[in-house]
Nanobody
Framework: QVQLVESGGGLVQAGGSLRLSCVASGRTFGSRVMAWFRQAPGKEREFVSHISWSGSRTNYADSVKGRFTISKDNAKNTVYLQMNSLKPEDTAVYYC?????????????????WGQGTQVTVSS
């Protein structure tokens, strides 16, 4: 079992920044992928970004490219999502996800473990 705990969400004005954190614990080992997804009210959960555990591979949804940056601290088993130039359309619950061998890093069904989510609200 893997436990994921997100933090760092909140209310921010458009143009502002937030940094989300996700701490992984439990049977975390070896090569794995961690990702951020988000879900706005009435919408499906959507991919935001992923990072390989080595950090050599990352990718981002087109909607956040150039504004969001994913990073990790292996010593702390923590993944971060730095969000800059936030827009009202970024408002959502943000979820951290973990997988050992995801078939497709952009698809939610590829991830077996999820955090409880952290709310991000961007006011206009």
């Amino acid at each position: 079992q893997v436990q994921l705990v997100e933090s760092g969400g909140g209310l921010v004005q458009a143009g502002g920044s937030l940094r989300l954190s996700c701490v992984a614990s439990g049977r975390t080992f070896g090569s794995r992928v961690m990702a951020w997804f988000r879900q706005a009210p009435g919408k499906e959960r959507e991919f935001v970004s992923h990072i390989s555990w080595s950090g050599s591979r990352t990718n981002y949804a087109d909607s956040v490219k150039g504004r969001f940056t994913i990073s990790k601290d292996n010593a702390k088993n923590t993944v971060y999502l730095q969000m800059n130039s936030l827009k009202p359309e970024d408002t959502a619950v943000y979820y951290c996800a973990y997988s050992v061998y995801p078939s497709d890093v952009t698809i939610a069904d590829s991830y077996a473990f999820w955090g409880q989510g952290t709310q991000v609200t961007v006011s206009s």
